[in-house]
């Protein structure tokens, strides 16, 4: 049965493979024994789970609404199943008789019915032990309490070009577990769409889709499925004329990612002559490959952190410095921006102690620079094997997250002691190496002043700028629709960072999302920005649009949209600058 699913197309381009459904790890439980006082308080925990994913189940029948009556079919089979003793009864007889916790109690159910279902001849029936096992993962899933994590081991070991995969949730360190893996695309039903998870996608220049709600539950493995990354939708078992259509519509996207291609060794340069700094976004060394296939001018954010993502510990100071190097003598003696680790939120080195450390609203915690501030040794660490590889390049340093003024000088005094450090030791650095402040803080982009004091150059990360502005968890697909680059109030901040940097000629750049977007590029053109920071695949397409923009004649227009109130009228008149033709195209 062909079915559509709708959500947030975050990295352009169609995919057409098989689903692969990665587990979410919840059935690999921990084994307790409980005790004999205990176990009642066992029991009613596995009922409440029951209960909450009962009325999770009923929520999904009405939201699927006027959906075909095949989901809704599915979601009653889940209810049916669910509803079963042999299910809600016997595990509780489980717990009570082998005093095992209520997860084991549940899974060596699952596995005594499984075992029977792979007996049926039928095959309808035989496919049902996967229905068992879905329900079972949720009921799982409330009893750990939180939704976790698909595990890597289910994704280590599979490949292929057609492969799509269907998850839950990825967290920005499984995406970089499967990165260098080739698959064609993945869809997942949580995530917004400058989640770094959806960075990651972008990166990796392959269709997905976040915040699709239901796909791992009505998704089968090896379905064939139809990734729609550019308007966010999945069309699940496509009929043949759905897939010769989508088959054609492939063959466009990759034809015209061809043409802009041949932009690579073009200059960015306006049509009245205005040089553009187009730069790119990495994650880790391996990816200055596809920079320099991109024909950036240079690597304007390195996020270091990804390398090192949920390996479990600190990376060394010759670590650090063996993988920065690796990216600098890539670059060749293109200028690179490195970013000291913004670690915390979303991304972190070791699960255990993070869970511990995890605080009710992360995004706001310690996190990003207030972490490193607040583990000198770490932060001593990477400064030193940063500077260490500025004789191999042109390296400047990038701090992320910074609001406060004693922030910046304890960062600086921190550099000065790494410097400090590494003379006493007479190892070379660069001793003007440049350091620069990320914008992300609606603080700093208002009391910007004191980053263009301190600092040698700016970066405004749109990403956690929107986030923290409108107070919208980036991640969050349930408040993605309130997440808006063209909010006044975001303007308003983008506009006066700018133009102040202008004032006191201290270099601005952006290297949140926002840049790597040919629809705001003239916006941002007009506003007075000239480096621009994105990740590598949309670089020609950015490029393409310089090429067409004419600055003398966007300025005005833009100047009257920054005093619009409204982000509809806002749209509107983006839709109309993006129009205007002032020249000739390319
Ligand atoms: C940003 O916040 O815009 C940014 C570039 O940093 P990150 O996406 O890594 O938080
Ligand atoms: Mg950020």
Not at 78 to 100: A, F, G, T
Not at 288 to 300: F, K, P, Q, T, Y
Not at 329 to 343: A, E, N, Q, S, V
């Amino acid at each position: 049965m062909s079915f559509t699913l709708h959500g947030l197309g975050v990295s352009g381009g169609i995919a057409i493979g098989q689903a692969h459904l990665i587990s979410q790890a919840t059935l690999e439980v921990s084994h307790m024994v409980i005790a004999p006082r205990l176990v009642e308080k066992e029991i009613a925990r596995f009922e409440a789970a029951i209960t909450r994913v009962r009325e999770e189940f009923a929520t999904m029948k009405n939201s699927v609404g006027n959906s075909p009556a095949d989901i809704g079919a599915f979601i009653d089979l889940h209810m049916m199943l669910l509803s079963d003793p042999e299910l809600s009864e016997v595990p509780k007889q489980i717990i009570r008789e082998r005093r095992c916790n209520a997860e084991w109690a549940l899974v060596q159910q699952m596995e005594v019915l499984v075992a029977q279902f792979e007996q049926i001849d039928d095959v309808y029936l035989r496919e049902r032990s996967y229905d068992v096992r879905q329900v079972v993962e949720r009921v799982v899933r409330e009893l750990v309490g939180r939704p976790t994590n698909p595990s890597f081991k289910s994704v280590k070991g599979i490949k292929g070009e057609n492969v799509i995969l269907v998850a839950h949730d990825l967290s920005p360190s499984d995406v970089m577990a499967f990165k260098d893996q080739h698959f064609a695309s993945f869809v997942t039903d949580v995530g917004g769409a400058t989640s770094h998870t959806a960075i990651l996608a972008r990166g990796m220049g392959i269709p997905a889709i976040l915040g699709l709600h239901n796909a791992r539950q009505l998704i089968r493995d090896k379905e064939t499925l139809i990734v729609d990354g550019t308007r966010g939708v999945l069309i699940v078992n496509p009929d043949v004329r759905v897939l010769e259509e989508y088959e054609l519509k492939k063959g466009q996207f990759e034809l015209e990612r061809s043409k802009l291609r041949l932009l690579k060794t073009a200059r960015a340069t306006t049509l009245d002559k205005v040089k553009i700094d187009l730069l790119a976004n990495i994650e880790e060394p391996e990816d200055v490959e596809a920079v320099l296939e991109s024909g950036a001018d240079g690597v304007g954010l390195f996020r270091t952190e990804f390398i090192f993502l949920g390996r479990g510990d600190m990376p060394s100071e010759d670590e650090q410095f063996e993988a920065y190097r690796k990216a600098v003598k890539g670059m060749d003696g293109r200028p690179i921006t490195i970013r000291t680790f913004d670690l915390g939120n979303d991304k972190n080195l070791h699960s255990d102690i993070d869970e511990d450390r995890r605080r009710d609203n992360p995004a706001l915690g310690l996190r990003s620079i207030r972490l490193s501030l607040s583990e000198p040794k770490t932060f001593q660490a990477q400064l030193r094997a940063i500077l260490r590889v500025s004789k191999l390049g042109k390296v400047k340093i990038l701090i992320p997250m910074m609001s406060h003024a004693h922030q910046i000088d304890q960062t600086l005094a921190a550099l000065e002691q790494a410097k400090s450090s590494l003379r006493g030791e007479r190892v070379a650095f660069d001793e003007n190496i440049e350091i620069g402040g990320m914008i992300e803080v609606p603080a700093a982009a208002l009391a910007v002043g004191m980053f263009l004091r301190r600092l040698h150059f700016v970066s405004i990360g749109t990403n956690d700028l929107i986030q923290y502005t409108l107070a919208i968890d980036r991640s969050d697909e349930q408040v993605a629709y309130l997440y808006d680059p063209l909010h006044p109030a975001v303007l308003m901040l983008l506009s006066h960072v700018i133009s102040s940097a202008e004032k006191a000629n201290i270099p601005v750049s952006m290297c949140g999302e926002m840049a790597g977007d040919p629809a705001l590029t003239r916006l941002l053109l007009g506003m007075g920005l000239r480096q621009f920071s994105m990740y590598p695949a949309q670089i020609p397409a950015v490029k393409q649009r310089v090429k067409q923009s004419d600055i003398s004649l966007l300025t005005p227009v833009v100047r009257r949209m920054l005093r619009m109130e409204e982000s509809g009228r806002l749209q509107e008149q983006l839709e109309r600058l993006n129009a205007f033709v002032p020249g000739v195209y390319v």
